[in-house]
């Protein structure tokens, strides 16, 4: 007789839990909304660079005695290649930054200046104007060290942060501390507040979650985006964002989302870009797994995206990227 009883109050629970599934499923699938709208935004990383194979790649690997041969005359972080980035469709370039000894910002991404240059001992230990005095293509080479292609062709190029914005004053970047050092946090955002704000709006920064967070700090309206600036928003957002709400946490912020990691959240991938867009957060997905600065860097690797994707994607070959997108929306339209 008990069990009886319990028959209805059962079913009740059955109905319940599937009306919750049904209720999860609607409110973040993609395929009962209408598709986002636009191009997706491309963000060129280190401008147009040279390339190399990412297997075995660690922390210690310098990356200019192993480039792919090269297909265009590019050194990356430098005003030449910025330029060719955004004439190729780039809409935001990444480049790294060092202090100098100086005071000044060095556009530069290696910690020590032995990998890619003539130069010796750490970057920041320099003046810009011994910087300036560098050949930064001294290094690099595509068979081993036989030849070396941009040796003497690189003295004079790394910029200054300052030259940067001189040469490209309506253009958008994102910047990268290459340090987890609260000072250099608290250096660039007194830097960067002395810029207008139309200016300030074009820039986003990212790094160690030390100087960005002393950056906030200082700069609170800013874009910005660290380890912790990233758990902050989608630890909740995993917690919660299946109900349609969006934590403060994820507003006016950067994301970038591997797509090994994308599908699994909440709305992926078209509710979830919709929600972040109307937080002002951008979305800038990242090949593989995230390891390395992984790109969207060929017509393969263009064929992950989600169909009618608009949100950002990372490319190490924008020359490449941009014209083979700009032909797949095309075909879409």
Known sequence: M?????????????YVSLLFLLFVYLNNSSLL?????????????????????????????????????????????????????FQAGADVVELDVHPTKDGKWAVFHDWTLECRTNGK?????????????????????????????FRGKGVGLMPSLDEVFRQFPNQSFLIH???????????????????????????????????????QERLPGM?????????????????????????????RTQLHIPEKIAPWLWGWPDRFLQRMDQHDTRVILVAGGGGFSEGFDTAEDLKRLPRHYTGGIWTNRIDRVAPLLKEEIQKQE
Request: glycine share 8%; with cysteine.
């Open 177 to 215: 501390i290459k340090s987890d050092d609260p000072k250099e946090g608290i250096q660039l955002a007194g830097y960067l507040s002395k810029l207008p704000p139309s200016h300030l709006d074009k820039l986003a920064v990212y790094g160690g979650d030390q100087p960005i967070q002393a950056l």
């Open 121 to 149: 001992g750490v970057t920041r230990d320099h003046t810009l104007a011994e910087l300036k005095k560098l050949d930064i293509g001294y290094g690099y080479t595509a068979d081993g060290g036989k030849t070396f292609p």
């Open 223 to 251: 874009r910005v985006m660290s380890k912790q600036t990233m758990k902050d928003c989608l630890v909740p957002y995993i917690a919660v964002g299946w109900t349609g709400y969006v934590p403060s946490s994820c507003s």
């Open 2 to 14: 008990k069990l009886f009883k319990n028959k209805p109050f059962k079913r009740k629970w059955i």
């Open 33 to 85: 909304v209408a598709e986002n709208q636009g191009k997706p935004l491309l963000l060129a990383h280190r401008g147009l660079a040279q390339t190399f194979p990412m297997e075995g790649l660690t922390n210690e690997t310098c990356t200019a005695k192993r480039i792919y041969q090269p297909e265009h005359p590019y050194l990356e972080n430098t005003i030449p290649s910025m330029k060719a980035a």
